[in-house]
């Protein structure tokens, strides 16, 4: 058990995600946990180089907020997420990347608890895991 | 015009590099009409203890990736005493298929080691292996990088003639132009040297000179030895066979498409590409036939070895999660290029 | 006395390097300086990657690695893939083959020395013009192996089951056109090469300066069994599958190739080998267009056949362990490849229904040998359920030939320090001795 504290960079979709987020106690809560958010219009909007890239910079772990399935407000964008999510989180396990550190979480608009929750769970998973072993110049 | 002193060497990998170059020599042009060949151990039979001698090098063409420290110090020796260095080949570029050795290494993982003999022994200890497999322009600032695996031989003496030049420049360089991106054409043309850092292939990605036919961007399912073969005409991605050529440069002329089989990328990422396997993860997941999750999670089941595929040439210098610590002075130079 | 070192050793495919410590018995090793890691690349991979992964190796291991997943599929290609495949082989023998002749000669000629000067200085500007010819050949029989291949060097077309496309019809009538040009130039090749090179006295003593007698030949026969042939007689004869049980692939610390062994060498005698550490002369053996004639090969058309008479005529009958008959061997098989292509490439040897026979299931273990321009090579390789490779072996010519790469080197040296010559002549010798292997 490390004392790291983890940085999380989440991707957070305006729509639903960032309307559960957008609470003053939300948002300190998330603040707390170490998490940095990135606003995006669509979690859809999310290419796999900007979560390669965030692990490769120093993030200890990325999440991707996401309208829930039949919500998304550009009909396919969340199932688009979702699909790349699964195989990406393939290519990260065999380069070596913990399942722990890359997660897509569907989040509807009244339902903060979800967010938190993925979050504390997020990182306390990172925390126990440490720093990530690659990354740009770890090798 | 005084004639350019040139240097050829392998480091860890194959001889067919050089043999392309060997066979430009005498198929197409002798190098010996701007070139004075004056250290290239494989045809002239120089040895390693002659680099300490060696005057001053025009241009290096330097091959294979950097696997052992004799390799290391061949790097830096040749760069110390060469004015342009240039990476011939995916493994001097990219590291090249020796770099899928890294894969096995996570958290400073130390293979079984060699030369435990001390430097008095008989037979003399080997040159030890690095702890990681890398590319040329990670162990030094390459200049000119020649890609492919094997390079091709239209693209080589393009990189041969603009970088040689002789009396006859004009009417050659046409040839070397006319294969090259604008700006780097623009430069030759000139008379320039082209800018420092350019890769002799083009820009955009090898669909831009394959020869199939792209109908719709739709993978429905991986197609497998089972099955029975692609269509020749159309698209391979689109018919389910994994294939790179949409992350990778152009410059070959869709060689492998042309022959049946996918592109597994010996050129290196195009040019607009962050990281090929994180874009061809785009691509293919972003086209799914199917949008039921579970179908989802069932295609992508069928997938092996990402890893060792997307990143089959290039993994020491274009996977960036997986880039070896830099060297010593090399701090900027992670990921190249 | 100062140690003689030769790092990079010249014309040798792996970087290697050779140290002779000139005293009264002289000291010398051969050692391959950089390792290959061939389980490093392979292993983790589909096994469908395998023949295209294992072409950096060269042409004959993608044919290999496309046999060893035909037995892993259970399938056998059709036969138009067969010759493709084939057809791919006599080219890249072609090639091979070629080069080494052709540095053989630049041995006499500088390769990058212009013809002017040469004429200047008086010396054969035949062979450099030779040369020229000799180089020009070489890239049209790769030529011919980029047709069949999809890729001269590090080929693609050959698949599970077969090849992964038809040809066109401008390659059938390329094929022949090169065919026709390398019989042609094959025959001038060997005569030239019997009227100037093999009685060139630099260039004869440097070869016949060692031999490595008697090493026993490793090669298939015709009815792909693996023979082992030695003293006049057959030693060993088994199945390609049995060959990981049989040869073991041993790396001493000095080298990063390991050496070929078998296992068990039947007591046979072959005491005039030197003596190295860690090698015992009587497990080991050798491959390539040497041993195969030693084990009684009989090459392809009349022109092959006239040069092996030639090549009796001037050293004898086989068994030889000389350079100069592996070199000589080298010409036979040349023009013998040559006849084969004329004979190969022809549109119906080509034409069918398929070019690839689908497999329906999967093995877990697959087995590839083949005769390749360097020798006898044998892939092994085993799969998980899902087809990906967690074992591979490989046994190609550069370990099967790494213990008399090593006893050439001691005879050479041995030989040439005899004379008291200079450092420069007993590098040339050395590196011309290993040149065939």
Redesign the interface.
């Known amino acids: 058990m490390t004392d790291h504290e983890p940085k999380i960079l989440v991707f957070l979709c305006n729509w639903c995600p960032a309307a559960a987020v957008d609470r003053p106690d939300v948002a300190a809560v998330a603040a707390e946990k170490g998490v940095r958010e990135v606003r995006v219009f669509c979690s859809g909007m999310v290419?796999?180089?900007y979560?390669?890239?965030a692990?490769?910079s120093g993030a200890d772990g990325v999440l991707i907020a996401a309208c829930p399935?039949g919500n998304c407000h550009y009909m396919?964008g969340n199932?688009?997420a979702?699909?790349?999510y699964?195989?990406?989180q393939?290519?990260?396990g065999?380069?070596?990347?913990e399942r722990e550190r890359f997660r897509l979480e569907w989040v509807p608009h009244h339902e903060s608890h979800k967010y938190l929750a993925a979050i504390d769970e997020m990182a306390r998973g990172l925390a126990k895991l440490g720093p990530a072993?690659?990354?740009?110049?770890?090798? | 015009m005084a004639k350019k002193r040139i240097a050829v060497f392998t480091a860890t990998g194959c001889r067919v590099c050089e043999s392309v170059l060997l066979d430009l020599h005498y198929t197409v042009n002798p190098l010996t009409r701007w070139a004075d060949i004056v250290f290239w151990p494989y045809v002239s039979g120089n040895s390693r203890d002659e680099l300490e001698k060696l005057d001053g090098v025009d241009v290096c063409f330097f091959a294979g990736a950097v696997r052992t420290e004799a390799d290391r110090r061949a790097a830096s020796k040749l760069r110390e005493k060469s004015e342009i260095v240039t990476a011939l080949g995916a493994c001097a570029a990219f590291g090249g298929m020796p770099g899928l050795a890294?894969?096995g290494?996570?958290?400073?993982e130390e293979k079984e080691e060699s030369s435990p003999l001390s430097s008095d022994s008989f037979p003399p200890p080997l040159p030890g292996r690095e702890?990681?497999v890398r590319a040329l322009p990670q162990v030094v600032e390459t200049d000119y990088f020649i890609a492919g695996c094997p390079p091709t031989p239209p693209l080589t003496w393009a990189a041969v003639q603009s970088l040689l030049g002789g009396e006859d420049r004009q009417n050659i360089l046409a040839f070397a132009t006319s294969r090259l991106p604008g700006n780097v054409a623009e430069a030759v043309a000139s008379g320039a040297l082209p800018p420092r850092g350019t890769v002799f292939a083009g820009e955009k990605a090898v669909c831009a000179s394959c020869s199939r036919i792209k109908e719709k961007k739709r993978f429905k399912e991986l197609r497998k030895s089972r099955d029975r073969d692609a269509d020749p005409s159309r698209c391979l991605l689109e018919q389910g066979v994994f294939c790179q050529g949409i992350v990778t440069r152009e410059g070959c002329g869709g060689l492998c498409t042309a022959a049946g089989v996918p592109c597994r990328g010996c050129f290196g990422k195009a040019e607009a590409v962050?990281?090929p396997?994180?874009?061809m993860?785009?691509a293919?997941?972003?086209t799914?036939e199917t949008?039921d999750?579970l179908e989802?999670?069932k295609i992508?089941g069928d997938?092996d070895?990402?890893?060792?595929t997307?990143y089959r040439y290039t993994l020491p210098s274009q996977?960036?999660?997986?880039?070896?610590?830099?060297l010593e002075g090399r701090e900027g130079a992670?990921?190249k290029p | 006395m100062q140690a003689i070192t030769l790092d990079p050793v010249r014309w040798q495919e792996e970087p290697a390097r050779i140290t002779v410590l000139p005293q009264e018995k002289p000291k010398t090793c051969f050692q391959v300086t950089a390792p290959r890691n061939i389980e490093e690349m392979c292993v983790g991979r589909p096994a469908e990657e395998l023949p295209r992964i294992l072409s950096i190796l060269s042409p004959s291991h993608h044919l290999a690695a496309a046999r060893a997943l035909d037995s892993l599929y259970g399938v056998e290609p059709p036969v138009p893939a067969q010759n493709m495949r084939r057809g791919l082989l006599v080219a890249s023998t072609f090639a091979h083959h070629l080069k080494k002749l052709s540095f053989l000669l630049s041995s006499l000629e500088s390769p990058f020395e212009g013809h002017h000067a040469a004429r200047r200085r008086e010396r054969a500007p035949a062979a450099h013009r030779m040369l020229d010819e000799a180089m020009r050949h070489a890239s049209l029989s790769r030529e011919a192996a980029s047709i069949l291949g999809g890729r001269a060097d590090h080929p693609l077309s050959a698949v599970a089951g077969g090849v992964s496309r038809f040809l066109k019809k401008d390659h059938y009538v390329r094929l022949e056109e090169i065919a026709e040009a390398c019989n042609a130039f094959a025959v001038r090749l060997a005569d030239y090469f019997q009227e100037n090179i093999w009685e060139h006295a630099g260039i004869r003593n440097n070869l016949l300066a060692s031999g490595v007698g008697p090493l026993p030949a490793l090669t298939l026969e015709e009815d792909g069994k693996v023979l082992v042939y030695g003293n006049g007689k057959g030693i060993h004869r088994f199945s390609p599958e049995e060959t990981f049980e049989k040869i073991e692939l041993r790396r001493e610390r000095w080298s990063y190739t390991p050496f070929a062994r078998l296992k068990e060498h039947g007591g046979e005698d072959f005491s005039p080998l030197p003596e190295i550490e860690g090698l015992a002369p009587g497990a080991c053996f050798f491959v390539g267009p040497l041993a195969r004639f030693n084990a009684g090969s009989v090459p392809c058309g009349s022109s092959a056949r006239e040069e092996l008479q030639r090549l009796a005529d001037d050293l004898g009958p086989f068994p030889h362990h000389s350079p100069l008959a592996a070199c000589r061997c080298l010409m036979v098989e040349l023009t013998g490849a040559a006849q084969e292509m004329k004979d190969l490439y022809a549109e119906p040897n080509f034409l069918g229904p398929f070019t690839r026979t689908v497999p329906t299931e999967r093995g877990r273990e697959g087995h590839g040998a083949l005769e390749s321009p360097e020798g006898c090579i044998f892939h092994r390789l085993e799969t998980d359920e899902r087809g990906v490779v967690r074992g591979i072996q490989v046994l190609d010519a550069a370990m099967a030939n790494h213990a008399l790469r090593c006893f050439l080197v001691q005879k050479t040296a041995e030989s040439f320090l005899g004379r008291r010559s200079g450092t420069n002549t007993l590098k040339k010798a050395l590196e011309t001795s290993l040149l065939p292997f």
Do not use: I, Q, W
Not at chain 1, 133 to 139: D, N, Q, S
Not at chain 2, 105 to 108: F, P
């Open positions: 290419d796999p180089s979560v390669v890239k692990l490769a399935p396919t199932v688009r979702h699909a790349r699964h195989l990406l393939k290519l990260l065999e380069l070596g990347v072993k690659v990354g740009l110049g770890r090798g | 890294n894969l290494m996570v958290e400073g702890p990681c962050y990281d396997g994180a874009r993860v785009s293919v997941a972003s799914f949008l999750p989802v999670e992508v997938f070895d990402l890893a060792g997307l996977c960036v999660l997986r880039c070896p610590p830099p992670t990921c």
